[in-house]
């Protein structure tokens, strides 16, 4: 008799599992020398509080991923219940930068990292390490400051919809 513990994972089972897993939204941003850019991520953590540290995931060889290879600073937007549309503005994959911040206002740092005005939230980062992992690539930040701006009900992804937390 097989157990389901024998069964190889198919990628479609994988993610129909982790769909049911409730994850933060946040728009991550980074800027080098020939583009600036954001991009929606679902895999947002914290690592580590001494020294703060913060991981998420990117896809390798994405617009996001290409651009953090070359960047030294990065910043996590957290946003809330109502900021579902800048979700899924971010979460255009084939969108170019400059037409992703043309539209979302926005001011840079001496880095050059675009800053949302709209976010709930920013976490300044320094960019810490870089790991391969399968397909995508675990990026660590090391937090160097925060910005509070707004204490609001956050959005999270569940089931293919963006929730928020009651």
């Known amino acids: 008799m097989s157990s389901s513990i024998d069964r190889p994972v198919s990628p479609q089972d994988f993610r129909g599992l982790m769909r049911r897993v409730p994850t933060p939204v946040t728009v991550v941003t980074a800027a080098d020398q020939n583009e600036a850019r954001g991009a929606t991520i679902g895999s947002f953590t914290s690592v580590s509080l001494e020294p703060p540290l913060i991981s998420f995931n990117v896809a390798v060889e994405s617009q996001l991923e290409v651009v953090l290879r070359q960047a030294s600073h990065l910043a996590v937007h957290l946003l809330g219940a109502q900021q579902s549309k800048l ?3 971010f979460a255009v994959p084939e969108q170019a930068g400059h037409k992703q911040l043309s539209t979302a206002p926005h001011h840079r740092t001496r ?3 675009p800053i949302l005005d709209a976010a709930q939230a920013v976490l300044y980062c320094r960019l810490h390490a ?3 992992a399968g ?5 660590v930040g090391r937090v160097l400051s925060i ?4 204490r609001k009900q956050p959005l999270v992804y569940y089931q ?7």
């Open 147 to 150: 910005d509070e701006r707004e």
């Open 160 to 166: 293919q919809s963006y929730r928020s937390v009651r």
């Open 111 to 113: 880095h050059g990292t």
């Open 87 to 89: 979700c899924t503005h």
């Open 130 to 132: 870089s790991h391969e």
């Open 135 to 139: 397909d995508h690539r675990i990026i």
